[in-house]
């Protein structure tokens, strides 16, 4: 089946620090893969996406790369600012008798301070 | 586009009271889901329809929990009777597949339910 591993949280960093969410993916074809951010007290938005393979997505600074030989799309930013701090999902979908459902993983709350 | 729009905001109700969440998904998308989201639980799928069908229910709790979509600008959610455990924040999400593949799930702000 389909299904997404992301890193546990919290994960608490200062101001400028390098940032890594680890994300692992099983699935049975070839999935897209997702990373949604949620503010607080907001609805999840989208930060990025890969469609295949050695792809990577980016946005706003975060980077992510579709590696299918370790099955992975970990999240990562050079330098984060407290207006980062949110939670972090990771989601894959495929096509097939599943298209347009999207499986996210358990999110990782991210905490910046200044 | 206004985006998702979901009503009640927040809900406070007593246990056993029905409680009915409505979801105004954006236009011309065709898939709506419904999500739960809880501390203990994370971010769950309850159900998704597509072109107003419904296509997976499995993720719906209970039989006390139904959803329906009348048609492609609205749908509901109704918890009926409530109980305190279903106290949750409840997503509504839309997205367009059609011919691009692009799988981007649009969602609302959620709406705050605490049952007492």
């Known amino acids: 089946g389909n299904s997404v591993t992301q890193m546990e949280g919290p994960v608490t960093l200062s101001e400028e620090a390098f940032l890594t969410i680890n994300c692992t993916y099983t699935?049975?074809?070839?999935?897209?893969l997702f990373w949604y951010v949620q503010y607080p007290g907001e609805g999840l938005q989208l930060l990025l996406k890969?469609?295949?393979?050695?792809d990577k997505g980016s946005n706003k600074g975060f980077e992510a790369t579709y590696r299918k030989e370790t099955t992975s799309f970990h999240l990562e930013k050079g330098s984060v600012q407290v207006s980062d701090s949110a939670v972090y999902f990771c989601a894959l979908s495929e096509r097939g008798s599943t298209l347009g459902r999207l499986y996210f993983g358990r999110g990782t709350q991210l905490t910046v301070w200044p | 586009d206004a985006g998702v729009i979901q009503s009640p905001r927040h809900e406070v109700t007593e246990m056993g009271q029905e409680v009915t969440l409505r979801c105004k998904p954006i236009s011309g998308h065709d898939y709506l889901f419904w999500y739960r989201q809880t501390m203990m639980r994370g971010l769950e799928l309850l159900i998704y329809?597509?072109?107003?069908?419904?296509?997976?229910d499995s993720g719906m709790p209970e039989d006390r929990f139904s959803a329906k979509m009348p048609n492609a600008s609205f749908s509901t959610l109704k918890i009926q009777p409530s109980e305190p455990r279903d106290s949750a924040v409840y997503f509504c999400?839309?997205?367009?597949?059609?011919?691009?593949?692009?799988?981007?799930?649009?969602f609302g702000p959620g709406t705050r339910l605490t049952v007492l």
């Open positions: 699935a049975t074809g070839y999935p897209s």
């Open positions: 999400a839309s997205s367009l597949i059609g011919t691009s593949g692009s799988n981007e799930q649009f």
């Open positions: 329809f597509n072109n107003n069908v419904p296509i997976d």
């Open positions: 890969a469609t295949k393979a050695d």
